[in-house]
């Protein structure tokens, strides 16, 4: 159990583009969704964490203006990449848990973003 | 106090050895204690998690070692195989509260 979809899997789109992707628990109910970005070699760097029904919390430094998540129900969430820049390409990870407590993560398999 | 420091960086080891990544953390908050297994391009997979009131943890080849007075904890990957060859994340969660993810080993296993 505890799978979670992730897709589109790769974009490749021009600058000023917006993309959005989605993330799904597919066999539980995700009270809480998180949305990371992931440099080559690096670790997790969460960007913001959503919570069904509420608005999401951005991590310091994170433009919610560009990245817009919405968390819409119990198993899905999404990421907008609004106007989107070369900057902006990268591998992009969502996650899900059961409830809000000390429970573990259960990782998409990424969207690959690359901005042209 | 939130970081979770991993060691070593970069791992190389025989077929058939044992692999251990160590991590180590201030905050006596946290309550549970994720690994997770990455290969390119994909995304984490949660491979085994303990929680403090333990200190060993084993399924299969792999074993997690909890010291909670040193606030320490470490992997072992016995009988490592090729196919382990992957990144790999230690994380720490207070409970209520995001995980905090340590900077990860890259683990590569000579055949």
């Known amino acids: 159990g505890a799978v979670v979809s992730q897709h589109p899997s790769r974009v490749i789109c021009k600058s000023g583009t917006s993309v959005k992707i989605e993330c799904r628990s597919l066999d539980f109910q995700a009270t809480t969704m998180f949305w990371y970005r992931q440099f080559p070699k690096q670790s997790l760097m969460l960007m913001a964490t959503?919570?069904?029904?509420?608005?999401?919390?951005?991590e310091q430094g994170v433009e919610k203006d560009k990245f817009l998540i919405n968390h819409a129900s119990l198993t899905l969430s999404t990421l907008t990449v609004t106007s989107a820049h070369p900057e902006d390409s990268s591998f992009y990870i969502c996650?899900?848990?059961?409830?809000?407590?000390?429970?573990?993560?259960?990782f998409g398999d990424g969207t690959r973003l690359s901005i042209l | 106090q939130q970081q979770v420091k991993q060691s070593p960086q970069s791992l190389i080891v025989q077929k058939g050895g044992i692999s251990i990544i160590n991590c180590a953390y201030e905050?006596?908050?946290?309550?549970?204690f994720p690994w997770y297994q990455q290969f390119p391009g994909k995304g984490p997979a949660l491979l085994i998690a303990i929680r403090p009131d333990v200190s060993e943890k084993k399924e299969g080849r792999f074993t997690i070692s909890f010291n909670k007075s040193a606030k320490q904890f470490s992997l072992h990957i016995m009988d490592s195989q090729p196919g382990d060859s992957a990144t790999y994340f230690c994380a720490a969660i207070a409970g209520g509260f995001k995980t905090i993810f340590g900077a990860g080993t890259r683990l590569f296993v000579k055949a």
């Open positions: 996650s899900a848990s059961r409830d809000s407590g000390n429970q573990p993560q259960h």
């Open positions: 959503s919570n069904e029904g509420s608005k999401a919390t951005y």
């Open positions: 905050n006596t908050a946290f309550d549970y």
